[in-house]
Structure formats: structure tokens, C-alpha cells
């Protein structure tokens, strides 16, 4: 009896466990369904897209019937959400009377609605969303809203805030940098400079304040925009940057000083090189031969022989050879008394000329 029992148990135990993974398959099954289905929908709706959008551009679109059968389309949410996603984008890539195009399409199917309830939203990801399709229609009147996002705790938000605000007023957008106390990261730093095209020319006085920031991330983003704008009367203040606690500000500063260069500066490279740590060393290196100037022969000659650190023997030579030294550098390497590292750096150098 016991043992009949426990079978009859073990059976039902068995059957329980098949009908679980009978039902697991089916989900597993079921959901692979609805993810190739999203998946393919997205591709074929992204060539109704981008074939709308390069109909409206080239002014080829007959906006009647298309209108009627792409607003059945915009009626899915996932598809609005696409069309709007890839409208953002198109509006970066394109300028002038293209662009105008693409924010008409905004217009046209009403979206700017969708974008206003994305702004309001809690979450931070929709949030991001509204800020970039608002600034995309260059929806002047969301300004305000969007002007109080640039102290949003939510990164996302606030990096969308403050490219959206460069984009809507440029150099005059960067004010949020006055009291901006957070990371700025190289990505969002390349997004704003791209956005602004002029500078005013009382701008000096607000770039020195930035310049003194404590926000290192803000003082690098300061040396990117006086290479980009090539502010030359800035350049004892970018110099002083040599002695800044922060390696990452000092190698900023020796570029935008190869940027802005003056008659001084090979010299002032040379007489401070043996302060500074290896990497703004090598740094200057890269600036010597960028400027390509005589006057730093010997200096570099100096380094490839008494220099230890491998990196500065390297970048020396390459120097060297940008100069037109490399008659020089064949003699020493073919010199008996020349030690192997020596000669292979030398090697290496010539070889890079080559390629």
C-alpha cells in the first residue's frame, strides 16, 4: 500500500514537472514570437520612415494618400515612437532647407504634443526623450521648461537640457558652466562645442572665470573652445594651466598652446619640460611636431640621447624626423658605438616617416 502510494506520487510529481516545462517552452516559444515580430516591424517601419522623410526633403511627396496611410501608421505607439526617434536623428544630420523639412514632418503629424507630454513626464528617460524632440523642432517656447532641467539630478536629463539650450541660443546657452559643479563628460563636451558656430567678442571675460572653475571637466571643456575659436588673447592664462594640480587640464592646455601658439612658446615648452610628469612630456613632444620649428633640434637630440624614458627617446625621434633630420639619425644608428634600444627607436622612427 505505502509503495503504491508513493509511485502514485512520484507519477503525479512527473506529469507536474512535464506540464512546467511544456508551459516554459510555450512562453519561451511565445515571447521569441513577440520579439521577432517587434523586431521586424521596427525594420520594415524604419524604411517607411526613411523613405517619408527623403520623399519630404527632395519635395517629392504627393501628401495626400501617403499622408492618409503614414497617419494609420503613426496611430500604433510604437511606431510614433520610432518615427519620432528617428526624426531627432535625421534633424542633426541634416541643415538649411533639409532641416526645415524634417521639422515641418514634426508639425504635419502633430507630434509636438507627444514631445510636451515626454518633458512632463516622471521618468527620466522620457524626459531626456521630450528635451531633444522639443529642441529638434526648435520649440522656442519650451525654453523655460527645459532651462529648469539643466539642475535635473538625473544626468541624462540634465546633459540633454544643456545641449538642447547651446542649441537653442549657442555661445549664450553655456551659462549653465558659471556654477556647474558635476562631470562634464568628452562626449557631451565635443555634442556642445559642435553646437556653437560664433562667439561673442567680449567672450574673454566669461571664459577666464571658467578657466578658474574647480570643476576640472569644465576647465578642460574651456581649453577645447579657445582651440576651437583660436582666442589667442588668452594665451598667458592657458600657459599658467602648466602648473594645474590635474595632469588630464595640463595635456588640454599644452594643446590648445600648440593651438594658439607665439614665438615663445617652443622655448617655454623646453624650459619647463623636466617639470612636468611623462605625459604632458610626451605631450609637448606631439606639439613640437606639430609646430615643426628649428629651434627645438637640439633640445630633442638631448632628449634621444640622455632622456631614459623609452616614450620621450620615441617621440623625439619622430620629431627629429619631421625637422628633416633624418640624415642624422641614419648616421647614428649606423654608429658602432650607438646602443640597441637606440638604434631600434631610430629604426622605428624612420619606418613611421615611410608609412
Known sequence: MYHHIALH????????????VLLLIITVLGYSFYSYRILHNKQSWREIIEYKIM???VGNDDRSDSDKEFAEHLKEPSFRALF???????DRKFSGAAKQSINRLFRDFELEDEAWRKLRHRSGYLVAGGVQELAAMNVEAA???IMEKLNDPRTAVYQEAQYAIVSFKGYEGLG?????????????QL???????????????QVKDWIHSKNDSVVIFTLRLIRKFRLMTLYTLVFSLLEHPSINVRVQAVRTLQAIENSETIQQFIQGFDLQ???????????????????????????????????????????????????????ISQDGDTYDELKQIIKHALQEKKC
Open 9 to 20: 506520487e512520484l507519477i503525479l510529481a512527473i506529469v507536474i514537472v512535464l506540464i512546467l
Open 55 to 57: 520623399e519630404t526633403i
Open 84 to 90: 519620432l526617434d528617428v526624426l531627432v536623428d535625421s
Open 143 to 145: 525654453i523655460p521648461e
Open 176 to 188: 549653465f558652466l558659471d556654477h556647474f559643479n558635476k562631470p562634464l563628460s568628452d562626449w557631451q
Open 191 to 205: 555634442r556642445l562645442l559642435y553646437s556653437i558656430h560664433d562667439i561673442p567678442e567680449q567672450a574673454d571675460l
Open 277 to 331: 610628469p611623462l605625459a604632458v612630456q610626451n605631450e609637448m613632444l606631439k606639439a613640437m611636431k606639430m609646430i615643426k620649428s628649428k629651434e627645438s633640434e637640439h633640445f630633442l637630440k638631448e632628449l634621444l640621447w640622455n632622456h631614459s624614458p623609452v616614450s620621450i627617446k620615441i617621440s623625439a625621434a619622430e620629431v627629429l624626423v619631421v625637422l628633416g633630420e633624418e640624415h642624422y639619425l641614419r648616421e
